[in-house]
């Protein structure tokens, strides 16, 4: 099995698959909130959405820090944009290899 590069990709992908936490990375890609904040608009318990985001935190995409009595969650963008990344990849791996197939299914047929 090959690693995987960057922070723990399975993870990532395996916690954006819920699409509560799906919803909680849009909303902070709007800036930072706390979970109160994030709460609103979900008919979920603080306490529901706190574990959503203890599963983002831990699997790298947002980060929480104390100001005071507030505890800010930001979303980490450098941590998205290589799950983009690996996307980007295979989408032109799985371009190049259809091209090729493409490209070999044309060359086949013109020589019969």
Do not use: Y
Request: proline residues 6%.
């Amino acid at each position: 099995m090959l690693p995987s590069p960057g922070p723990d990709l399975d993870s990532a992908f395996a916690a954006l698959g819920d699409p509560v936490r799906r919803a909680l990375v849009a909303r902070l890609a709007r800036g930072d909130a706390t979970v109160g904040e994030l709460a609103e608009p979900f008919d979920l318990t603080p306490q529901a959405i706190s574990h959503h985001v203890g599963v983002l935190r831990r699997c790298g995409l947002v980060e929480q820090r104390r100001e005071g009595t507030r505890r800010p969650c930001r979303l980490k963008v450098d941590q998205l944009s290589l799950l983009g990344t690996w996307i980007d990849d295979q989408r032109r791996a799985w371009n190049d290899r259809l091209d090729t197939l493409e490209q070999h299914l044309t060359d086949d047929g013109a020589g019969r």
